[in-house]
């Protein structure tokens, strides 16, 4: 079920401020690719185009073109909902929907969409994307709980479990681990591991550590100064850019150096 | 069930639904614009002849300013006592919430003050007719005797109680609410680093309050008065029930005066023709007022929302 | 005056004992409330002078307490926490004097209304009720004729189509002012009228919805829908600000979530964004029906008044609870006797009080209980 992307020359715009300039990058069918970058360098705005979620912000267009497996998702006539059932997004911070059960948030992407599923296809698909989460074990007995009764890691893998049930073919992820706690986060890096047998995943992440163990390839974006658009400096296997980058800039930043 | 097939038809359907329901989300909010514009135009409207009639046919028979000036100023003055006496008690209930009672109470005690709101016009009407106009006769007596040089406490005073000033206290009752609850919200807003600053500098509980709560606080108390007076000019079940109406009289402790919303509301039941398009016509006039004093509490609230969001 | 001032010397001034240096040119403990009693004493010593009263008393003796005291702290604590003081005894009295006018209304309700409830008053409206029958009720000592039925079936009726109208409309602009408007020049405008509306004093609500049936079925045209209308004007402008507010507190990362999963915007506003501030919603719409549900100036202009029961809201005046108070005291049935008229009205401010403080309970419960749990 996982698709490549490849994205050709993108620009990024927030009303009349570019974001974002010039980014060329082919993302392998799974895999794991990781965004890494300081602050402001334009990382999680570039991904929140490869599933149209930047439009969500007043005034966020684009400006190049993105294909999931040769198909542009800006091609005219596309609509950004196909778009997003297809490419999954996990954010920063766990974000359960608070007025639904544990068993409700899984079924989310199908249920607010008015499709009609059925008891025993239901049951099946929850316990498929839980244990899909590594999360079944954790609450199969506690199903109809309020979601937003888990604790900060279970949360995260409860919304991880949400994006698997909808099926895409690309997983996003925003800084998952960023308001998690050490043993939270290393339960997730299991997790990505596991998801890039069926996903695209695609990562970006602060923690450099976190990268190196979890990547197969990364990507290091930066940005010239405050106002200036974030670009892509280097893309390379992990390896490559944490033991011997091509560019001076990468090396700096993963060397600590600043940043 | 995830066959392209089903999922595009979804998508067709949805697409639909996201149109109908922006559109009547926003239906909904131009009907509001049409609403009011249409109760300017239709008030105008019905009270047009009021502007073209011979003077002689107004009520009062001197033209349509003649009439409505003297219940203006009734109106004007009625507000005005209210606020007198609302002010300084609802900023000092509001206080006492926020900065005096024991933090255990404090909501519970601004509940019950909330609850002064939730009592209907027509119940404080009946209250200040049956309970509050007779309870104050004995002091319309002494004022009228003892300060009845002043033209306002002129005798002989009125032996119903059923006046201005009565009015005028029931008023400040259903006012007090209004200041109180946004007056105690913003001096909730005082910055915790401003009172500790001022604590800390050996300051006692009043001189933290008058250097740090109420200069920040005073935009919102002023919006808060502007509120009340709104309300109050507005107001009509009060003044319909509690006063015993008459001309303009300076001495408010003697039967007399009128305000425009009680002046409708006890004349629109029987009125047809040109006395009903008068009666539009003053209601009009309360409009345009009371727009006026809404317009300059907002105001004031708009300008203060961006100079605390500067901060 | 004159008095308080040679009362207050002679108050048992508390002498400035020597005691632990850190409570050095503190009052002792009991000098405040010795101060209290000694001015309760004097205050009632002074009200009997001009036959005594429990309000002069209560004034008197609230006078001296407050002088005495601020005297005393300031001459033994020095000046600035003798004004400490008085600020502090003025702004508690404040509080107090605001409770006298709501202790005031609810005992008088309460005393004066109790009498006139019963089965008959509840279910009879009055209907064939004429001065001489509450004549004949006042020389025979019989029990009351006449009740608020139609009056209390007509403040239901007229307030819900007044809420249906409210409910939709105030919810769909608010909606359209947080998800769809964001900030636009026509959200602007729409924030700026609503505004306005909220000043609209309550009886200029009334002569709207009347000029606007006026004109549409004629003059004189007055039943329950017009004084629906009315309330409605009054009613849309809370709505949308409660759901406003309540909307704009749902974190954007549900929406974003909800977004993510391929879910429409339509369906997430309705799904997600909506059930997650239900609570609040549901609890600002029910105040703005305890607010509109005693607004009896509108009605006045639009329902006119009826003494029959009148269930359609289409046709034919109407009286709500409020006009029934409000014609009961001002137009007696019987002029000449007027207590059976006060019963009636005090008991139907009793039962429109009951109402309306019912609906603040369950506004405040349906917005503890129907709180999403653990939700941020």
Redesign the interface.
């Known amino acids: 079920m996982s698709k490549r992307i490849d994205v050709n020359d993108l620009n990024v715009y927030y009303s009349k401020f570019r974001a974002v300039e010039g980014v060329s990058i082919n993302i392998e069918a799974k895999s794991v690719t990781a965004f890494i970058g300081p602050s402001g360098c334009g990382k999680s705005t570039f991904l929140r185009t490869l599933?149209r979620?930047h439009e969500?912000i007043?005034g966020g267009r684009v400006e190049g073109e993105v294909l999931l497996d040769g198909d542009n998702l800006y091609a005219p006539g596309v609509?950004p909902?196909?778009?997003?059932?297809?490419i999954?997004?996990v954010?920063q911070?766990p974000?359960?929907?608070?007025?639904m059960s544990i068993r409700d948030n899984v079924l989310?992407?199908v249920?607010?969409?008015?499709?009609k599923?059925a008891k025993s296809?239901a049951d099946a698909l929850v316990e498929k994307s839980l244990r899909g989460a590594n999360l079944w074990n954790e609450v199969k007995d506690r199903l109809d709980k309020?979601g937003?009764?888990l604790s900060g890691g279970q949360q995260q893998r409860l919304?991880i479990a949400?994006?698997i049930a909808?099926?895409p073919d690309v997983i996003l992820m925003d800084e998952p681990c960023s308001a998690l706690d050490p043993i939270s986060t290393l339960a997730i890096e299991d997790l990505i591991n596991e998801l890039k047998n069926d996903y695209t995943v695609v990562i970006v992440t602060h923690n450099m550590q976190q990268a190196a163990r979890v990547s197969d390839k990364t990507a290091f974006f930066n940005i010239a100064g405050t106002g200036k658009p974030g670009k892509l400096i280097e893309y390379n296997d992990t390896a490559t850019i944490f033991s011997n980058p091509a560019e001076q800039a990468t090396e700096d930043y993963v060397s600590g150096r600043f940043g | 069930m995830t066959s392209t097939a089903v999922k595009s038809r979804a998508a067709a359907s949805g697409r639909a639904g996201d149109k109908i329901f922006s559109g009547a989300a926003l239906g909904a909010g131009v009907l509001i614009l049409i609403t009011l514009f249409a109760v300017a135009l239709f008030l105008l409207i019905q009270a047009l002849p009021t502007f073209s009639a011979d003077p002689a046919e107004i009520t009062g028979g001197e033209g349509f300013f003649a009439y409505i000036f003297p219940i203006i100023i009734g109106t004007v003055i009625a507000a005005a006592i209210a606020l007198v006496i609302a002010t300084p008690i609802g900023i000092g209930v509001a206080l006492f919430i926020s900065h005096f009672a024991p933090r255990q109470i404090a909501g519970p005690l601004g509940y019950v003050i909330d609850l002064l709101a939730a009592i209907p016009s027509v119940i404080y009407g009946a209250w200040g007719y049956m309970v509050l106009a007779p309870a104050l006769v004995p002091g319309y007596e002494w004022l009228s005797q003892n300060l009845g040089f002043i033209p306002i406490f002129e005798g002989p005073a009125s032996q119903t109680g059923k006046t201005i000033l009565t009015a005028s206290i029931v008023l400040a009752v259903m006012v007090l609410p209004i200041i109180t609850s946004l007056s105690r919200e913003i001096f909730l807003q005082t910055p915790k680093l401003h009172e500790e600053a001022a604590l800390a500098l050996g300051a006692t509980r009043w001189e933290m309050i008058t250097t740090a709560v109420l200069p920040f606080a005073r935009p919102g108390i002023i919006s808060a008065v502007m509120l009340g007076l709104g309300r109050a000019l507005g107001e009509t079940m009060a003044v319909a029930l509690v006063l015993s109406t008459g001309g303009l009289i300076p001495s408010l402790i003697k039967t007399g005066n009128q305000t425009i919303a009680a002046e409708i509301a006890l004349n629109f039941p029987e009125a047809f023709g040109l006395r009903l398009a008068e009666l539009i016509a003053a209601g009009l006039v309360l409009f345009l007022i009371t727009l006026v004093v809404n317009m300059i509490a907002r105001a004031i609230i708009a300008r203060h929302k961006e100079f605390s969001g500067a901060n | 005056m004159k008095t308080d001032q040679d009362l207050a010397p002679k108050q048992p001034t508390p002498p400035s004992r020597k005691r632990n240096s850190l409570a050095k040119g503190k009052l002792p403990k009991w000098a405040i409330p010795a101060t209290a009693a000694g001015s309760i004493i004097l205050g009632a010593a002074a009200s009997t002078l001009g036959g005594f009263a429990i309000a002069t008393f209560a004034i008197y003796s609230a006078l001296l307490f407050v002088i005495a005291a601020t005297i005393i702290t300031s001459l033994v604590e020095g000046n600035r926490r003798g004004k400490n003081a008085l600020a502090t005894y003025l702004v508690y009295g404040a509080f107090l004097l605001a409770l006298i006018p709501l202790a005031s209304v609810l005992y008088t309700v309460l005393q004066k209304g109790i009498p006139g409830i019963n089965m008959h008053f509840l279910t009879s409206s009055m209907n064939g009720v004429t001065g001489a029958v509450d004549n004949a009720t006042v020389e025979n000592g019989t029990p009351v004729i006449g009740g608020a039925y139609h009056a209390v079936m007509g403040t239901l009726l007229i307030t819900l189509w007044a809420t249906l109208i409210s409910v939709p409309v105030g919810m769909l602009t608010a909606i359209y002012l947080v998800e769809y408007g964001k900030g636009g020049p026509l959200s602007k405008a729409i924030t700026f009228f609503v505004d306005v509306m909220t000043g609209i004093p309550s009886i200029v609500a009334g002569l709207f919805a009347a000029a606007f049936f006026g004109l549409l079925l004629g003059p004189n045209s007055r039943m329950g829908i017009v004084a629906a209308v009315a309330l409605s004007v009054l009613m849309i402008p809370t709505v949308v600000r409660s759901t406003e507010e309540m909307l704009k507190i749902v974190p954007n990362e549900l929406r974003e979530a909800s977004y993510a999963l391929g879910v429409r915007r339509w369906r997430t506003i309705l799904k997600v964004v909506i059930p997650t501030a239900i609570s609040g919603i549901a609890s600002g719409v029910t105040l703005a029906i305890a607010r509109v549900i005693g607004e009896t100036a509108p009605i006045l202009v639009t329902a006119g008044i009826a003494s029959n029961i009148n269930l359609n809201v289409f046709a034919d005046w109407m009286s709500t609870l409020p006009t029934f108070i409000y014609y009961q005291i001002l137009t007696p049935t019987s002029p000449t006797n007027i207590d059976p008229s006060l019963q009636r009205a005090w008991a139907a401010a009793l039962l429109l009080i009951v109402m309306v403080m019912a609906l603040n309970l369950i506004a405040r419960l349906v917005a503890k209980i129907f709180a999403p749990k653990n939700g941020r």
């Open positions: 599933n979620m969500v007043p609509d909902v196909t778009v997003r059932s297809q999954g997004m954010f911070r974000n359960p929907f608070p007025t989310a992407g249920k607010l969409n008015g499709k599923i296809d309020p937003a009764g919304c949400r994006t909808v099926k």
